[in-house]
């Protein structure tokens, strides 16, 4: 049995197709760009199309993020956090705690061994503390996000920036090249910042390993390394975790339907 | 006849203007890189070549701006705030309230007759409500700030923007795209929300006429329009209103060098 | 004393801050602002005296300004005790509240009549018993009334004669009594922290939307300071002990005993399964509490959700995320 | 007029070393003590209660001045952030933050450990926050908290009400005291040890009062903030008294050989609210470098409000030591302070007024703003405020603040007609 989940993010879409609750049978990513419903179409027909199946074929479509509701054709969804606390454990089944740094919020959340969320902290009164951050810093300094991260982590001494506010944040990177501050160590300094918030978040629930990042910025080697050497602790980070919530999506979605199977009556569209 | 200059070094953006005999000669405004000392220099260049005057026929030239120490080749300095008001002042000497919204602050100087500092406040907590807020706002909706003050006037049921956080109104913006509002709506919630942070800074200072609006976000007449509404009382901008800092730093110059002379 | 009592609760969602922020700072909760704005740009014209019980800094402060910008009316700060052991704290807040009547005299014209205060006693304590038969009702048939319903008809009682209000609060039993209890599987909740600002009406309603019962809440406590105050006697010593006596335990009270027991003992009172900490922003009390409130809570592994609000808010996608995560943290396995 | 670079501050070269060695005589005292021996009693600088504590043997940790000293010491941040993810919030006070993170790391500090408390003493003059912090204390080490309740001063005078209340607490707490001691409370030695506190009391307001003269000898924010650990924290010893002493000696040196603190004294400031400890010293620079002095300051009373006519009184131990805490200066209401500091700017010839705000502080900061536009609509006194943090560097931009600075003495001086321009070299 097909299911998928589809994380309606406020940067980027993406979803991924479960076998069974078990297998990733396909996984795509766009950026968002404004249109989640569109985009959430788009990624279910190249998954589809990547399986080698029929976007009918789906037999539960479970939605995630923050327009998972206005994703109408879809029979459940749950909320981003739920759901990547699922898939984190599903990528790495050791995993305790999850931080999970996205476009526009970062999060921390200690999970059972099912991937049950138990405690969970959001970032919420500034936004110096996520993704787009990172985008906005990449932009000012004219580094392709891409090259963000094997670039920081030349940093010998990394400049940690320490405004709380975002955009305060930018005035002080401008500073730092003015005054000459080598590229490396205003990078590494950004990872670091974001880190540093990342990590009040985490002790707040309580810190227990395996940890896991998940979310966008575990595209970012840099964004690991400083988590871990803000936390002193190790960090792992699956190359799939940007596709965490949307894995437990499918999963919530699968485990549903074994439920909902096991009682009698059709399946209902939440 | 002195040829002097000001120079204002802008979080975002560089401008600089040429006075002489109180005639503008000249202008230049351009944005602002990550090499201030460059950026200054290049402002000051562009605006000698639109008058065909050389470098040393320039008497005095002043830098203002949060970058007016990286204006290094001038010989004085002086805050912003004293420039908006002797700016201001020289544009609409009736005037008694300035305010200037840049690229990350916004001001509320009140000044006396002679275009002096009486009391000045200034937006503490954070980006909010500054142009970059406008600039971040209007990049969720895929438009140049210079669009959306003429497109915010067709707005019919202007939206409340509640999150006055830069960050968080980016996605309130995209949040209220999604829920199908026009972008003119939207634009026309975002310049209110602009207009009422910038009161409050107001009233700190006192408000009585002339109200006079500076800085780059006076190019935005959406903005411009709230604010003479909320204010009842007519607003000056003069086309002139994003160079009002680097007017009154040439000015500051001028007389400076004038005092020394004598 | 010719005068009659309305609570404001800072000026809601309406009121447009804008010389408030000026005058009182930056981190600070929006009752404190949106109430000096009404009194900043003379909305507040119509009242003659104006009493603050000396909650927080916040709320005493704004007494400061208060008789400031409102020459004309009366403006106390009430000093509430904070010490609930000394014998000396009953004749003290006696004697406190009669500086105060002497200047509600001034201001209402009329002197102070202790029967008429004692007759006033026995209103509120009507009023209160009532409420209090409300609360009872949401706690034992949760399914019987939301939220939003028991909020909005306690709401009213600082607004309207108690001699109105109390009739109504009948009614509103009678015809409860004939409403079915429909209990949906959700979550037997106990919400912490709104004493002081209140929430937004979407907010509360947001909270048994997504899944929860709010079985017990600090909403309005306002309503809920004391238990019954003897009318007999001296009134002004009764209504002392009873400010004393209270068993109130919210942020702006010296706790009684460690506030962790605290906590523990209110969520096994509600059989609650879970605890909502719903604190203003800025407030600075309840921020404080919802740390040690916490641990106690961790302990005995009890689900709970921390959220701040503001008055003037009409985003709720993050608290609704947050609120849905803590429901299906509970409800899945 | 050119602002020069600020050049190293002169303190007062013994004084500044005798209180150095008392600091360190007091920290380490602290280092061991603890337990039933020497019990270990916590309490607020406002209106503190430190001379009957004294008295039944116990040492005094002011956790304000322990976190003031990290701040300075730029050591704060860490705790704070421990505290944050304990959960306390971005706007909760610094202080409490510094503390609870503090004592969760273990209490160790660069100049030496800080004992935990045998006994919370929660005498609260003008900050409800201290209810919550000490709370939070006794969960923490499960000991006991008292709470004295010191009413609101509302009126400029205490009331007998409040004074009757005051003094009832303070013999149920000297009861407690002797309980918990064993030992029985001796009013003659209070007496004497108020005697001490008078004296210290009379040499603090004369040292603030030279702020008179012109050019101030003193600096009463930046310099007199540095002096007030003996008056707040060691008040009733004869070492207190003794220390204002000297501190006076080099005063009238000062006047005498014109060395003033501001070489070139150019504006004379009223300073209102708590220093930006994490950064002292750039803060002053920022005045300093415009030739800007303080001549008063309302901070330096926060322990007390002695410079009004106020000095503990033998004769009457309970009623005096009320009086004083009811007096602190953040247990007065608004429209006293108001007052204070419009006398301020008239019996000091002050220029302008300059308000720090701390952005984690209500009592002393809920207000402010107000205050700002009452000096400048309704007095016409120039006034600036600024806003950071007492504790936490992160709300220190200093750029910022500087550009207020620079504007406002710019404008100051420009209206001044001296100069026609001030000109900043950066
Ligand atoms: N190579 C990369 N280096 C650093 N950051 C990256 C990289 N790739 C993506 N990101 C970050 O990931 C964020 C998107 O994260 P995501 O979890 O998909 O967001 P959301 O779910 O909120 O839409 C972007 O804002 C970007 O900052
Ligand atoms: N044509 C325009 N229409 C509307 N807004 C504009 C326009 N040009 C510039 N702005 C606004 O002005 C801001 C820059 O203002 P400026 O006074 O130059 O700032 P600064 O002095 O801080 O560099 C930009 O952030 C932008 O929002
Ligand atoms: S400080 Fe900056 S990031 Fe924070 S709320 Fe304000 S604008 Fe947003
Ligand atoms: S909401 Fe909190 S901080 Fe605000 S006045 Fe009430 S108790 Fe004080
Ligand atoms: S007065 Fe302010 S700084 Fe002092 S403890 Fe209270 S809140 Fe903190």
Redesign the pocket.
Known sequence: MITCGLDLGSGTTKGVLLEDGQRILASAFAPTRGAPVERGRQILELMAEEANILPGDVEYLCTTGAARYAFLDRNLQVSDITASGRGAVFLAPGTRHVVDIGSQSSRAMSVSETGRVIRFKMNEKCAAGAGRFVDRCAKYLQVPLEEMAPKALASAQPKIISSVCAVLAETEIINNVAEEVPLPDILMGVFLSLAQRAYILMRYVGIQPEVALVGGLVKSEAMVRALERTGKISISAHPMGQHAAAIGAAMLGYSRVQKLSSRPGRLPAA | MTLVAGVDIGSTTAKCVLIENGKILGKSLAPVGVELVKDAERSLEQALAETGRGRGEVAVVTGTGYGRFKVTFGQYTVTEIGCHAKGAHFLFPATRVVLDIGGQDTKAIKINEKGEVVDFAMNDKCAAGTGRFLDVCAGALGLDVSEIGSLSLGARHPVKVTNTCTVFAESEVSSYVSRGKEAKDILAGLNASVVSRSLSLMQRVGIEPEVTFTGGVSRNEGVVRTLGYRLKLPVNVSPLSQYVGAIGAALHGLERKEATAT | MGLFPVSLHGGGESVEISHADAALGSF?????KSTLELALTSRLAPFRAFVFPY?????RN?EGIFSRVLPGAETYMLHLPQNFHSAATVPFLTAEYRRLIARLEKAGGEPYDPERLAASIELFNQQRAAIADLTATKRNEPGKLTLTESYLVRRLGGLLPREIHIPLLHRVRSELAQRPNRTKDAIRTLLVG????QPTLDLIDLMEQVGCYIVDDELLQIHRWYDRVDPGGDPLTNLASAYVQSPVDI??RAAPTTKGEAILRRVGAAEAQGVIFL??K?????LEDVVLYRKALEREKIPYLHLEFEERSTSYESARLQLETFVESILFD | MEPTEGTEPKFLATARDEQRRMVDEYYTNLATAGGPKKPVAYMFVGGNLTEIVRSFGYEVVFPEIVGLNCAIKHVSLPNILHAESQGYGLDVCGYVKNDLGLQELGGQTPFGRVPPPDLLVCSFSGC?IYVKWWEALAEKFGCPLVVLDVPYMRAKEPQAEDLQYLVAQLNEFIALLEKRTGRSFDRAELRRVLENSRRAEQGWVDYLDSGRLRPSPIEAYFEAVFYMFPINVLRGTEEAADFYATVNAEVAERVRTGRCPVPEEKFRLVVEGVPPYTNYRTFWDFFRRWGAVSVAATYPKVGGLFDRGFLHDPARPLESIAEYSLGAYVNQSWPLRRKLIEEYVRDFGADAVLIHGIKSC?SFTAGQGDLRDWLIHDLGIPTLYIESDHEDPRYFAPAQIKNRMDAFFESLDQRRGSTPLPMVRS
């Open positions: 600070l909760c929006s009752i404190s909650v927080c800094d916040v709320s704004v709104p004493f002081c600002e942020g702006v604190t203003a800025f407030c600075e009390p309840a | 409800y209500r």
